[in-house]
């Protein structure tokens, strides 16, 4: 893998939550990780063991109950701009045109993003053309895309996508990723994704994390290190790795 400026630590995670019958109940425990500043770090699990609760403490919107978060050496104390989230619906302003919602968070940060960028972007997402249409006139996989490129003209270090390419098909999904994986090769960011799809998991994490149920106990590390190129879907590798996270999933699930 390549070496990395370290960006983000979580140092002996914990987070708990007060379930209806009053009762402390354990999401997440004894979670620790490292990710870089070109590093891709995909997060798996079953359904409710604490993958959207683990990005949210990251993005700096919950905290933990335990534990430290750190960014470059310095604790997180809440939202930082180096961190921008993507949320598993979208986010966007049905009443704002699709080039308005795209700029907002550039224009409510004060961020300096030349047309050039701006053009690439939409170029690399494949949604050039759009910007006069409001979300509701656009498909998923589009406003999904629309919430991706406002992420990235955040210019984060760290990007964060809770489940981005759920509900959408097969094909599409796939040149999402690619765009993605453009995108991520082309700048300097790190990004960690969310998934529920094995093949996403290993086309788009360098490293995967497999969570079990309520992210306690052993938690799995998988290296990737081939991920990186758009063939790497064609290659055996590829099946070998999908089908060693499939085996573990199965293990857990
Ligand atoms: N604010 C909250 N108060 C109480 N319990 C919560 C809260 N937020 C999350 N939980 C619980 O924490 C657990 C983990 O939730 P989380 O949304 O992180 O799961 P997830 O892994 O993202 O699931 P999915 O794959 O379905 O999106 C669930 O049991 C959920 O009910
Ligand atoms: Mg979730």
Same mark, same amino acid.
């Given at each position: 893998?390549?070496?990395?400026?370290?960006?983000?630590?979580?140092?002996?995670?914990?987070?708990? @939550?007060?379930?209806?019958? $009053?009762?402390?109940?354990?999401?997440?425990? $004894?979670?620790?990780?490292?990710?870089?500043?070109?590093?891709? /770090?995909?997060?798996?699990?079953?359904?409710?063991?604490?993958?959207?609760?683990?990005?949210?403490?990251?993005?700096? /919107?919950?905290?933990? +109950?335990?534990?430290?978060? %750190?960014?470059? $050496?310095?604790? /997180?104390?809440?939202?930082?701009?180096? !961190?921008?989230?993507?949320? &598993?619906?979208? #986010?966007?302003?049905?009443?704002? +045109?699709?080039? &308005?919602?795209?700029? /907002? =968070?550039?224009?409510?940060?004060?961020?300096?993003?030349?047309?050039?960028?701006?053009?690439?972007?939409?170029?690399?997402?494949?949604?050039?053309?759009?910007?006069? @249409?409001?979300? *509701? &006139?656009?498909?998923? =996989?589009?406003?999904?895309?629309?919430?991706?490129?406002?992420?990235?003209?955040?210019?984060?270090?760290?990007?964060?996508?809770? %489940?981005?390419?759920?509900?959408?098909? +097969?094909?599409?999904?796939?040149?999402?990723?690619? *765009?993605?994986?453009?995108?991520?090769?082309?700048?300097?960011?790190?990004?960690? !994704?969310?998934?529920?799809?094995? %093949?996403?998991?290993?086309?788009?994490?360098?490293?995967?994390?497999?969570?079990?149920?309520? #992210?306690? *106990? %052993?938690?799995?590390?998988?290296?990737?290190?081939?991920?990186?190129?758009?063939?790497?879907?064609?290659?055996?590798?590829? @099946?070998?790795?999908?089908?060693?996270?499939?085996?573990?999933?199965? =293990?857990?699930?």
């Amino acid at each position: 893998m390549d070496s990395c400026r370290e960006f983000l630590r979580l140092r002996d995670i914990k987070k708990t @939550f007060i379930d209806n019958k $009053g009762q402390e109940k354990i999401v997440l425990e $004894g979670i620790n990780l490292q990710v870089g500043i070109g590093d891709s /770090l995909a997060i798996v699990g079953p359904s409710g063991c604490g993958k959207t609760t683990l990005l949210l403490m990251i993005a700096g /919107l919950i905290k933990p +109950t335990k534990g430290l978060i %750190e960014l470059e $050496g310095a604790p /997180l104390n809440g939202p930082d701009r180096r !961190i921008a989230l993507v949320l &598993q619906h979208y #986010g966007l302003f049905p009443w704002k +045109t699709v080039g &308005q919602n795209m700029m /907002l =968070g550039v224009k409510l940060q004060n961020i300096q993003v030349t047309e050039d960028e701006i053009e690439e972007m939409k170029k690399d997402l494949g949604i050039e053309g759009l910007d006069h @249409f409001y979300p *509701g &006139q656009l498909s998923g =996989g589009q406003r999904q895309r629309v919430a991706i490129a406002r992420a990235i003209l955040l210019k984060p270090l760290l990007l964060l996508l809770d %489940e981005p390419f759920a509900a959408i098909d +097969t094909i599409t999904r796939e040149r999402l990723q690619n *765009g993605l994986l453009r995108v991520f090769n082309q700048r300097r960011f790190g990004f960690i !994704i969310v998934t529920h799809n094995i %093949e996403e998991a290993v086309f788009l994490g360098k490293k995967i994390m497999v969570l079990n149920h309520y #992210g306690t *106990g %052993e938690i799995l590390m998988m290296d990737n290190p081939e991920m990186g190129s758009l063939d790497y879907r064609n290659t055996s590798i590829f @099946f070998e790795r999908c089908l060693e996270l499939r085996r573990v999933l199965e =293990g857990i699930s």
